[in-house]
């Protein structure tokens, strides 16, 4: 759509129209679902974010570090965080700053005491790729254009030297998901240890404030008492000298 407008009207319209007898449901896309990354200096990628982190929320810590030109956490298709982010810094200083600061320090942007990690976006041209004029032409090169473009004949060498290489492929992208797999486990069993041990250290520190209230409440019962004691004792004081000239007067 041309505009935000436009896109909600059509979502308006569109939202529970029945078509071929079933409804259909219409949403406005989060802005984190299509992320376009400005690949220059300015730019970094941040990674290790808590899920409940949003575009401002991270806007907001890393305007600490200079000005936040956008600030975008990325999101799957069902609008999940990837726990994934970019910042775009108005200038590079500004982007450097942040990444140094990070690698040297244990910068926390959430309650959980969980550190981001951060790096400079390297330059990637997404736009006029790779040209037969600007390829060098080496052995290689030439080695592996001698050939078009086809799929392997069945049954030739050379479908077999394929078939190994998808075979190949397969096994890394298993073993790959395989490590996923373990570092998320072993990830979950880490959180819930942390989270254990925040529970005991808040309730060590609730003990730790009832026995100081109380020792503040018995220190304050035993001043009282010292101070009733002395009013009490004072009082008596006051009252003896009078009784004596009392008797005197008597004889």
């Known amino acids: 759509m041309a505009t935000q407008e436009g896109a909600a ?43 409940m982190v949003t575009n401002e929320l991270l806007c907001k810590a890393f305007s600490q570090f200079g000005q936040v030109e956008r600030a975008v956490v990325i999101v799957d298709k069902k609008g999940r965080s990837t726990t994934r982010g970019i910042v775009e810094f108005s200038s590079e200083l500004s982007a450097q700053n942040a990444v140094k600061q990070i690698e040297e320090n244990l910068f926390l942007i959430t309650t959980s005491p969980r550190p981001i990690s951060a790096k400079i976006i390297e330059k990637e041209d997404s736009i006029y790729g790779l040209s037969e004029e600007k390829i060098i032409k080496t052995t290689e090169y030439h080695r592996e254009t001698m050939k078009a473009p086809r799929f392997a004949a069945a049954g030739s060498f050379e479908q077999q030297i394929a078939q190994t290489w998808k075979i190949r492929y397969q096994l890394e992208r298993q073993q790959r998901e395989q490590v996923e797999e373990n570092i998320q486990r072993s990830r979950n069993i880490f959180e819930e240890q942390l989270i254990t041990c925040f529970t005991k250290q808040q309730a060590a520190m609730k003990i730790k404030q009832e026995v100081l209230s109380q020792s503040d409440e018995e220190e304050l019962f035993l001043q009282e008492r010292k101070r009733i004691r002395m009013e009490i004792s004072q009082r008596n004081t006051d009252e003896i000298p009078s009784k004596k000239v009392s008797k005197s007067q008597l004889y």
Do not use: C, Q, R
């Open 9 to 51: 009207g059509a979502v308006k319209h569109l939202d529970g129209f029945e078509l071929y007898e079933k409804k259909i449901a219409v949403k406005l896309v989060s802005e984190g679902t299509s992320v376009k990354i400005n690949t220059s200096p300015t730019s970094i990628k941040v990674k290790d974010l808590s899920p």
